[in-house]
């Protein structure tokens, strides 16, 4: 069965560098997402990406965070320097219809710590 | 906004125990609500959604009725399996480009 896949599972950064967290989506679908959870909070939206732009974000992704589709299979999210309160979950997501009666395929997640 | 209240967990059963895990919902419109479910290990995966007032979603024993009235979508299992523990999400979606918005997640625990 296809499945989103996510790496790394875990990364440990120190305040200030740079992350890339990479996802490869189910390889028909359309929609893109990322998604965050600190622990003991809510999943969070974080950004929408469709037709190589973004197509809606929340409040989270300031100038930090960018987005990516470098070529037909990987979808990225960077966070250009990192932040103690950075630290949460990931889970990268994707759909192949826009409908919002349509299923959202999750992967496992990124497990981001800044120290 | 939208937002999504679950019951706080863990909840803890005893297999074959009946599983009741309550969700509220604030929303404009008329959205869609999900039941998500995260197994150790693993990605969040559907469990069962429902998109108009009054319609039941319903899954591998797992029910859920879409009330309007009173604004919820509470998750039952007749019977938990040991295999059920995994943390559950409740979510509602409102928009045309689907975007999501969750609970906290509820763990629960099935002992044998």
């Known amino acids: 069965e296809p499945e989103v896949t996510q790496t790394p599972s875990h990364q440990v950064t120190q305040m200030g560098q740079e992350v890339i967290l990479r996802c490869v989506p189910i390889s028909n679908h359309l929609y893109f997402y990322w998604y965050r959870q600190i622990l003991g909070q809510k999943v969070e939206f974080l950004v929408s990406?469709?037709?190589?732009?973004?197509?809606?974000k929340s409040e989270i992704f300031d100038d930090q965070f960018s987005v990516e589709r470098p070529d037909g299979s990987n979808f990225t999210l960077k966070i250009r320097s990192t932040k103690l309160e950075d630290s949460a979950m990931y889970f990268c997501?994707?759909?192949?219809?826009?409908?919002?009666?349509?299923?959202?395929?999750f992967g496992e997640g990124s497990r981001l710590t800044v120290l | 906004g939208n937002s999504v209240t679950q019951m706080e967990g863990p909840v803890t059963l005893s297999e074959e125990a009946f599983l009741t895990i309550n969700c509220t919902y604030t929303?404009?419109?008329?959205?869609?609500l999900f039941w998500y479910v995260q197994y150790p290990g693993e990605g969040l995966q559907l469990l069962l959604k429902?998109?108009?007032?009054?319609d039941k979603g319903s899954n591998k024993g797992f029910e859920a009725t879409y009330r309007k009235e009173t604004t919820s979508f509470h998750l039952e299992k007749g019977s938990v399996q040991v295999s059920d523990s995994a943390v559950y999400f409740c979510a509602l979606s409102s928009n045309g480009y689907s975007t999501l918005t969750f609970g906290k997640g509820t763990m629960l625990l099935v002992s044998p």
């Open positions: 990406f469709y037709n190589n732009e973004i197509s809606e």
């Open positions: 429902a998109t108009k007032a009054d």
């Open positions: 929303a404009t419109g008329y959205p869609s």
């Open positions: 997501a994707s759909r192949r219809l826009a409908a919002n009666t349509g299923e959202l395929f």
